[in-house]
């Protein structure tokens, strides 16, 4: 599925580079694994193959695919602010969480035209950053553009 020096999504945790893949013993059965370092701090993980699925392991976007995520950012989003803030909390979270890009684009929105009605609260200005950032991280390795540049550009798309 993935090779050494693959750059992959690990939701929750950021953007990773396959390092190595190797074999181990767990139980008596051999399971094959792929080591992987974050690229934001000194962290390695092992990923048994049989989980990837499971995590939510992806390899980052590719570039065809950009152009939909930034349709979504500057597409005005109606927000309902239905359930307690825990619960909404709870459900951006999740989405946070996710591994999907869309869905972290559609979180971004959703947060923007909230900033719009009221200020973020201090749980949701945390939330709308994280999800900036992993987006900015994302696209510009995909794309070899620097995250100053494409923050300029996620910032006027949503402005839009």
Known sequence: MFKENDLVVYPGCG???????EEKEIAGTKVLSYVCKLLDRNTEFIIPQHSVNKIKLRPII????IPQVFKILQEPKKVCFNGSWNKRYKEYTERLK???IFELASL???LYEISKKKPLSFGERKL???AKNLLITEISLATGRSEKELEKEIDE????
């Open 62 to 65: 590719s570039k065809s695919s």
């Open 128 to 130: 709308f950053e994280q």
């Open 157 to 160: 798309l949503l402005k839009t």
């Open 98 to 100: 996710s591994g999907d």
């Open 15 to 21: 953007i990773g580079k396959i390092i190595r893949i």
């Open 108 to 110: 971004l929105r959703e």
